[in-house]
């Protein structure tokens, strides 16, 4: 069970990036991975890669691992996507416990389907991850998709003589995804308010199976490995009964099917947030070392 430690991606020069102490921390509630958002941008600052090294040193001295989230909602991931990052992973060499989600909730990059050169946002992803891999880096990459990342939106099972709308239907024309390390996930995001968008602290009456089984089906029929990137479903003061259910049978089901999921990452963590945040993850800042688990705390590390 993992949790995103946002900061990094709120102040430029890093000052809010999660600490060691943080770190160390979240593990001892009971934690075992960490997104960290972070800007393109601050890439370049020596002063904020430091303060995330520290942060994914401390987390592999632990046995913790640690997903670098280039949080710029920019392009899907290719070949200049792969440059890009491997310049930055020199920082972090190592794979076995860094890995690597390529742009999150990217907004522009190629068609699903694809153009008259051949070229879709599948065979794109395919060349990034090719690219990445010739550069001599063996990081776990995580992919997502436009729209959010939304994993009801995976897949549409699209006709075959229609054009691609989706993110299966454009890795099936392509001939699937293809890495040759076999180390790349998809990586989705779900919130389980009325409109999948994570902006109302509300929750459905729904089930795990509902909100991300598009995802699911599709990643099984295709032999795909699933991170969920984003979740979440209430915060350290308060959590209806309608969002614990939700909660409880999701971590019920990624449990129940861990061939598909390899983990998750839970919105709402690092001390960033306002105190209001209705998905904040730790209670009254400078507490949450000390404080007693809260209920939602408690679902989201599966207890």
Request: glycine residues 10%.
């Amino acid at each position: 069970m993992g949790v995103n430690l946002s900061g990094c991606e709120f102040v430029d020069n890093g000052a809010l990036c999660p600490t060691v102490s943080a770190i160390n921390t979240y593990i001892d509630k009971g934690f075992n991975a960490f997104r960290i958002p972070f800007r393109g941008k601050q890439a370049s600052n020596p002063a904020v890669i430091a303060r995330i090294k520290a942060a994914a040193d401390a987390a592999a001295a632990r046995g913790a691992y640690v997903i670098l989230d280039r949080h710029d909602y920019g392009n899907t991931f290719d070949a200049a996507g792969a440059a890009w990052w491997a310049g930055v992973m020199k920082n972090f060499p190592d794979y076995r416990h860094v890995m690597v989600d390529t742009m999150n909730e990217p907004k522009t990059g190629r068609s699903y389907e694809k153009d008259s050169k051949g070229k879709s946002y599948a065979t794109d992803v395919n060349e990034g991850i090719a690219a990445f891999r010739k550069a001599g880096l063996k990081h776990v990459l995580l992919i997502e998709w436009r729209h959010w990342a939304g994993m009801q939106n995976f897949n549409k099972n699209e006709a075959s003589n229609k054009p691609c709308s989706s993110p299966a239907c454009s890795f099936d024309r392509a001939g699937g995804l293809k890495d040759p390390l076999g180390r790349t996930m998809i990586s989705g995001h779900r919130y389980p308010d009325s409109d999948g968008s994570g902006t109302s602290a509300t929750c459905v009456n729904t089930t795990a199976s509902k909100l991300i089984g598009n995802t699911t089906a599709a990643a099984q029929a295709r032999d795909l490995k699933v991170w969920v990137g984003e979740f979440a479903f209430g915060n350290a003061k308060s959590m209806s009964s309608t969002c614990k259910a939700v909660g409880q049978d999701m971590v019920r089901y990624m449990r129940s099917l861990p061939k598909t999921y390899v983990g998750v990452s839970w919105w709402g963590g690092g001390n960033g947030w306002k105190e209001d945040y209705h998905y904040k993850v730790e209670p009254k800042k400078g507490t949450f070392a000390s404080a007693a688990d809260s209920d939602y705390l408690k679902v989201l590390v599966g207890k």
